[in-house]
């Protein structure tokens, strides 16, 4: 049974850090590009930052390029977001998301809501 569980969501202050983690099971982790996305309220769902499954490529969303940093160990079947100088235009729900070929899966999603 494929699982992917986000957390270290939370309420954090404008210029602050989170870091969010996603714990896979039920499938090979290594052999999947992982990533993160994100949904605020009344918009539509946006990727935040990839990873290949090696994790010697990432890319990332223009709007958090030099904040967010993306990384993954295959050991431990994680993959991790780390949301530095948080602004209030980055709260969303965040979802981690696995793709390989045509399979797909997503986890259930960790609030980050940033407010002073």
């Known amino acids: 049974q494929v699982q992917l569980v986000e957390s270290g969501g939370g309420l954090v202050q404008p210029g602050g850090s989170l870091r969010l983690s996603c714990a896979a099971s039920?499938?090979?982790?290594?052999?999947?590009?992982m990533s993160w996305h994100r949904q605020a309220p009344g918009k539509a769902r946006e990727l935040v930052a990839r990873?290949?499954?090696?994790?010697?490529?990432?890319s990332y969303a223009v709007a958090v390029r030099g904040r967010f940093t993306i990384s993954r160990d295959n050991a431990k079947n994680t993959v991790y977001l780390q949301m530095n100088s948080l602004k209030p235009e980055d709260t969303a729900v965040y979802y981690c998301?696995?793709?390989?070929?045509?399979?797909?899966?997503w986890g259930q999603g960790t609030q980050v809501t940033v407010s002073s």
């Open positions: 990873i290949t499954s090696t994790g010697g490529s990432t």
């Open positions: 998301n696995a793709v390989r070929q045509f399979d797909d899966h």
């Open positions: 039920g499938f090979t982790f290594s052999s999947y590009v």
